[in-house]
């Protein structure tokens, strides 16, 4: 299997893993009881459930896109070392990033999200090269 594959495989994994984090977090936030009722209340996450809420949206924006461009990719003209760095920079960002904002590291968490983003940019311009 192609390392983009891998990567969107592993991608996959980390979204499950920002969606269960996000989850526990505001249970352990909000209790058992909220979180398994009607929530009509519409009680927001705070603290670090709030974080991890706030690094689930932003893997979420950018995720579809990492996506869309590997398959592209495997469609048109296939990978190459472009599109191999640039899905590695986007998951080695993407990792990286759910901690840092989770323990409320601003440089370093701005400075991952830019490295996923340069992963981005590298795989566009495989697209478009």
């Known amino acids: 299997m192609q390392i ?17 984090a996000a989850s526990f977090a505001f249970k352990r936030q909000v209790g058992h009881a909220y979180t398994i009722g ?18 689930q949206s932003n893997f979420l924006e ?31 960002g993407r990792v990286a990033f759910l901690p840092l904002y989770a323990a409320g590291t601003v440089l370093y968490r701005t400075l991952s999200w830019k490295l996923a983003t340069a992963g981005i940019a590298l795989l566009s311009v495989s697209v478009f090269v």
């Open 4 to 20: 983009e594959f891998q990567v969107l495989l592993a991608a996959c994994l980390l979204g499950v893993v920002h969606l269960t």
């Open 38 to 55: 009607a929530r009509d209340e519409g009680l927001k996450p705070s603290g670090l459930a709030g974080r991890l809420k706030r690094a």
């Open 62 to 92: 950018t995720f579809p896109i990492f996506l869309t461009l590997i398959f592209v990719l495997h469609e048109t003209q296939g990978f190459d070392e472009i599109s191999k760095w640039g899905s590695l920079l986007y998951i080695a």
